[in-house]
């Protein structure tokens, strides 16, 4: 039997929306397991500690993996990507593409990735274009300042946001 296709799909989470959720159903399509690493990422200030963002991801993705057949583990991760490819067996590394704004870095990485593993491919999804233009950024600042973030998060994730931005000011 040929060996399971594993990948990785790499991101800070802050939090998860439903951009990644679709990205990560995708994904599943595409591998018999699923590493999702949640990068620790302190320059960006996350408004979640790593601790709350793995455990929404992994509360988030549990019915999808279950629904895919496809086991997902969740990971934190402070390493180099393609180090953190390479410790967990991966085959592939999944990114989500938004506009052109995603294009110009994720080209340098993957550039630059491909010259410290040709062996890792990296495989781009675009997300369902009702999903395409969320980003976690700009849900928390919509929250900041008292938005309905409810169309991009889930349900629970929107209510966390909320009491998460309340405590900080
Ligand atoms: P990063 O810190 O790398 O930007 P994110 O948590 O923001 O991590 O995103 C992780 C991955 O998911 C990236 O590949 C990003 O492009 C992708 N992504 C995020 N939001 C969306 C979306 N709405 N549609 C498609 N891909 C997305």
Redesign the pocket.
């Known amino acids: 039997m040929a060996r399971d296709r594993v990948g990785v ?6 939090p ?5 959720l ?2 990560i159903k995708r994904g599943l399509g595409l591998v018999d397991k699923l590493v999702i690493g949640v ?1 620790t ?1 302190p320059s ?1 200030d996350p408004l979640f500690s790593l601790e709350e963002r793995v455990a929404v991801v992994e509360r988030e993705t549990r019915t999808l993996g279950e629904n895919a057949g496809v086991t997902i583990e969740v990971v934190q991760f402070d390493e180099l990507l393609m180090k953190f490819a390479e410790r967990v067996g991966a085959d592939i590394i999944i ?4 506009a052109v704004a ?1 294009f110009e870095y ?1 080209f340098q990485m993957t550039g630059m990735n491909y010259q410290i593993n040709p062996d890792i491919e990296t495989v781009f ?3 369902d274009p009702k ?7 700009l849900v928390k600042e919509v929250a900041m300042y008292g938005g309905n973030i409810a169309p991009f998060v889930p349900g629970r994730v929107a209510e966390e946001v909320v009491t998460k931005v309340q405590s900080r000011t």
């Open positions: 799909y790499p991101g800070t989470f802050d998860v929306t439903n951009g990644h679709d990205i990068a990422n960006k990114r989500g593409l938004r995603d994720e999804l675009m997300a999903y395409q233009t969320i980003a976690s950024r």
